[in-house]
């Protein structure tokens, strides 16, 4: 039995999208590739709203983070972390010999805009790794205020890791000043896991090429100059079937309408944290909650592993707590095509099995 996923990812992906994964294999080299390319590059330049080149990987967007803080360093990168994937980027950086330095947040806090600049003052740092939507924890970081910031220090490069939370929230590249917007295609982008995608400014690739070893798979020099001599081609094959698909579900995403999109998200993070609020509590800092994932303090010291075991009883799956936060926590997510049909479903088997 197929369980339905209220986890951060994968996500319940649709039938006519997967099937768009099984079209016939072309010639990664051809100029039908080019084209599709191309096709999903002007599309993803309208989600981000961005003039931005558009870069993919056939990787987690793991690779990308990975590939942004090695191949646009030049002297050291400050981290900030709100949870485990903002410590994951500082922890890239340590093992790829990039100078860093990791500033968390409390949990459950956001990065605030006065954190970002009490350490870009100090004038160490040309590399800033933020996490826009923190799965870990629920936190949706204030990256619109942090950008405000980021306007006083020009030679800075700006990385958001946007994994997820991009096509479920605005996030309007340009207008926030990133260089590197990261995102992946198991998250709100609605795709099975396997491919990153990330928009690269000037700034970042004028970067890059300050930067000596950026590594081979995820040099994003490599990958940003492949395509602009190959006419949208890239180093190594691509996945092109994850290709075939998120080109197919990028027009679903703008028939629905982006607005649409955005306001369907919020509407069920409002729902979700008001079940939360009313049976428990919720983790995160009231004003910083994630729209695509509402993390939940157990205060009533359920044992969620029991819960999640009923719930795939009647074919659903929410996510224990992450790391040092399992069983004191759980995780709804709510993104993607997920609706708010769907929402109210989960709640309310939620509900029958803790007869709340």
């Known amino acids: 039995m197929h369980k339905k996923l209220f986890i951060p990812g994968p996500v319940d992906v649709r039938e006519d999208v997967l099937q768009r994964m099984a079209t016939p294999?072309?010639?990664h080299r051809t100029?039908?590739?080019s084209t599709l390319q191309r096709s999903i590059s002007d599309k993803m330049k309208q989600l981000m709203f961005t003039q931005s080149e558009i870069l993919l990987s056939t990787s987690s967007g793991s690779g990308l983070m990975e590939g942004a803080v090695r191949s646009c360093t030049r002297k050291k990168a400050a981290?900030?972390?709100?949870?485990?994937?903002?410590?994951?980027w500082y922890q890239m950086a340590v093992s790829n010999n990039v100078?860093?330095?990791?500033f968390e947040s409390e949990a459950g806090d956001p990065t605030t805009p006065e954190m970002v600049d009490r350490a870009l003052a100090t004038g160490d740092y040309d590399l800033v790794t933020v996490t826009h939507n923190e799965t870990s924890t629920g936190v949706m970081n204030p990256v619109g205020e942090i950008a405000e910031v980021m306007k006083k220090y020009p030679e800075v490069i700006f990385c958001v890791d946007t994994v997820s939370s991009l096509a479920g929230v605005k996030i309007p590249v340009d207008e926030w000043g990133i260089d590197i917007c990261i995102t992946s295609s198991q998250k709100a982008l609605g795709l099975p896991?396997?491919?990153?995608?990330?928009?690269i400014s000037q700034k970042a690739?004028?970067?890059?090429k300050q930067v000596e070893f950026?590594?081979?798979?995820?040099?994003?020099?490599?990958?940003?100059?492949?395509?602009?001599?190959?006419d949208y081609q890239y180093p190594s094959t691509p996945s092109i079937s994850h290709m075939y698909a998120l080109d197919y579900q990028l027009d679903l995403i703008f028939k629905e309408g982006l607005e649409a999109?955005?306001?369907?998200?919020?509407?069920?993070?409002?729902?979700v944290r008001d079940w939360g609020r009313q049976h428990f509590e919720l983790f995160a800092r009231e004003g910083y909650r994630s729209n695509t994932l509402t993390t939940v303090l157990n205060t009533r010291g359920i044992s969620v592993a029991d819960l999640n075991k009923a719930l795939g009883e009647r074919g659903f799956m929410i996510s224990n707590g992450y790391g040092d936060y399992k069983e004191k926590t759980f995780r709804i997510a709510h993104m993607a095509d997920t609706t708010m049909e769907d929402i109210k479903e989960v709640l309310g088997h939620i509900d029958d099995i803790l007869g709340l």
């Not at 100078?99 to 990791?102: G, K, N, R, S, V």
């Not at 798979?217 to 190959?230: E, G, V, W």
């Open 205 to 208: 690739v004028e970067a890059a």
């Open 193 to 199: 896991p396997g491919l990153a995608v990330a928009s």
């Open 31 to 33: 100029k039908e590739a």
């Open 261 to 271: 999109r955005f306001a369907r998200h919020l509407e069920m993070a409002e729902y």
């Open 79 to 88: 981290c900030f972390s709100v949870g485990a994937f903002g410590k994951k």
């Open 99 to 102: 100078p860093a330095d990791l």
């Open 214 to 230: 950026r590594g081979s798979y995820f040099d994003l020099l490599s990958l940003y100059n492949t395509i602009q001599k190959r």
């Open 25 to 27: 294999m072309i010639g």
